[in-house]
T-cell receptor, first 111, second 115 residues
């Protein structure tokens, strides 16, 4: 069964305290993995797409990495404005059109 | 470019009432999607339209219908609302290139409460 699991469910960090969020997936034939950021009361905002194991993408304090079974979103020296829910998603097995989403990690960064 | 727009932003219905959620995109995308988001469950796909003139069921289609009105617009209808349909609804679109998992872009959402 296709599944995406994110951990932890919630994470509280002090400003400047680096950490990582995990996204593990069970789909056959990975055709891409997406990371989104979602602020309260808003729609998901696209961050990264990773297509193959070993690939890395960076944007400001965020770096996403991908292996054959999981992806990590590393947050270096976070600031309070990085507080949000981070979602990952992968296409269902056998297709390109539909995504399955994880439940997300709620990140709170305190000054 | 406004991207993906949704109306209304908020709606309260009574059980049994009907309503249509509207979605429009101005990015000339081929594919459009409707999701619902419930606490602790992430985004779940209700229906999608891979291209103008086609629609397909997602993970949770029961109780909903959709219409791809034209390339820009994709509406979601609740014929007889139930409390279990209380949720936040998101519309998304993507270019829909053949053989490629391209990025979906999301609207701001509609918060629906069914009493």
């Amino acid at each position: 069964e296709d599944q995406v699991t994110q951990s932890p469910e919630a994470l509280r960090l002090q400003e400047g305290e680096s950490s990582s969020l995990n996204c593990s997936y069970t789909v056959s034939g990975l055709r891409g993995l997406f990371w989104y950021r979602q602020d309260p009361g808003k729609g998901p905002e696209f961050l990264f797409t990773l297509y193959s194991a070993g690939e890395e993408k960076e944007k400001e304090r965020l770096k996403a990495t991908l292996t054959k079974k999981e992806s990590f979103l590393h947050i270096t020296a976070p600031k309070p404005e990085d507080s949000a829910t981070y979602l990952c998603a992968v296409p269902f097995s056998g297709g390109y059109n539909k995504l399955i989403f994880g439940a997300g990690t709620r990140l709170a960064v305190h000054p | 470019n406004a991207g993906v727009t949704q109306t209304p932003k908020f709606q309260v219905l009574k059980t049994g009432q009907s309503m249509t959620l509207q979605c429009a995109q101005d990015m000339n995308h081929n594919s459009m999607y409707w999701y619902r988001q419930d606490p602790g469950m992430g985004l779940r796909l209700i229906y999608y339209s891979a291209s103008e003139g086609t629609t397909d069921k997602g993970e949770v289609p029961n109780g909903y219908n959709v219409s791809r009105l034209n390339k820009r617009e994709f509406s979601l209808r609740l014929e007889s609302a139930a409390p279990s349909q209380t949720s936040v609804y998101f519309c998304a679109s993507k270019r829909g290139l053949a053989g490629l998992t391209d990025t979906q872009y999301f609207g701001p959402g509609t918060r629906l409460t069914v009493l």
